[in-house]
């Protein structure tokens, strides 16, 4: 089945809904309209498939480096597998960076110190919290999909285009 076009060339309907799935990652939830939310919807479900995935697939390494007294030292550090690495690249080639906001009455140095680790906010956010949600749920319920839900608010004022919330559960 063809994807809906949204009465958008390609590239401006390809932006928007890359605009809106990534910000349904990062808020939660998003108001749209019924035809864009069911396309955000699956997209956004597979997305999180493809996180729950790989979210726990992780190897340990041991590096070695040099301290400020020319000491070798050794470090035992957790890395994304290639397959995690993968999937992550594939996620991060889809969905935008957003900005790092700075919390109201966190200093300057704190929020660089909370950032410094985070390149890529919305993927770390898919990765470390939604998709081990959704991973343990499958495992209990023995069920995969329906991360997402549609509640129908009504027609919107001016046009009449069915509005609606769409949020993970």
């Not at 390149?119 to 990765?127: A, G, M, P, T």
């Amino acid at each position: 089945m063809a994807n809906r076009k949204l009465g958008r060339p390609t590239d401006q309907r390809m932006a928007m809904l890359r605009n809106q799935v990534t910000n349904l990652i990062w808020y939660g939830k998003i108001e749209t309209t019924l035809a864009r939310g069911k396309e955000v919807q699956s997209l956004a479900e597979h997305l999180v498939t493809i996180a729950m995935r790989q979210c726990d697939n992780t190897i340990e390494v041991t590096k070695k480096h040099m301290n400020d007294k020319k000491q070798v030292e050794e470090l035992t550090v957790q890395n994304d597998s290639p397959a995690r690495l993968a999937a992550r690249r594939q996620i991060m080639r889809y969905l935008y960076d957003l900005p790092a906001v700075q919390k109201e009455g966190e200093e300057k140095d704190d929020f660089k110190q909370r950032q410094k680790d985070v390149k890529h906010q919305v993927v770390e956010k898919l990765f470390r919290e939604i998709a081990p949600k959704y991973k343990k749920r499958a495992e209990e319920k023995g069920q995969g999909g329906g991360y997402t839900r549609i509640v129908k608010k009504g027609p919107r004022r001016g046009d009449a285009a069915e509005m609606v919330i769409l949020e993970f559960i």
